[in-house]
């Protein structure tokens, strides 16, 4: 009540004071510097797969199909049966150089630009390189990616 009185007569309030107009900037500053560094950047690439729709039967595959193994080594192999090769050692990064060389080549052989991808998963084989392999998919355009069981002998 005095406080109050002092003020309306235009006497100085001998109270302590605090000034918040620096702590508020700095708030502000903070709420920023965190919006921006907490921005969501996908790690992994979106790999938009083009699933078939029930009694509807797929269209024919063209000529140039590719098939694409990830072993339990973590290994990357092109092709099948008697022409398949290994691309990727199994302790390779997640870069995959020559497999990604090799499916640029063979998206620029299709003509319109729509490369069918048979990919097998062998037992064992880690989830991280699957997924590296779809990525580079992902990175190339290709969207027809078919997940087939490979039968061993």
Do not use: H
């Amino acid at each position: 009540m005095k406080r109050d009185q002092r003020l309306r007569d235009g006497g100085a309030d001998s109270g302590p004071m605090i000034d918040i107009s620096s702590m508020v900037d700095v708030s502000f500053l903070l709420l920023i510097y965190f919006l921006i560094s907490a921005t969501i950047v996908p790690r992994e690439s979106d790999l938009g797969m083009e699933l078939p729709r029930p009694g509807v039967s797929p269209p024919d595959l063209p000529d140039l199909t590719v098939r694409v193994t990830v072993a339990g080594d973590g290994s990357v192999r092109w092709g099948s049966g008697e022409w398949e090769e290994t691309v990727e050692a199994g302790d390779g990064g997640a870069e995959l150089t020559e497999l990604r060389s090799r499916l640029s080549l063979a998206v620029a052989a299709v003509p319109a630009g729509r490369l069918p991808v048979m990919l097998s998963v062998a037992d064992g084989a880690g989830q991280q390189r699957v997924i590296d392999v779809l990525n580079c998919f992902a990175g190339l355009g290709i969207s027809q990616v078919a997940l087939v069981e490979r039968v061993l002998p």
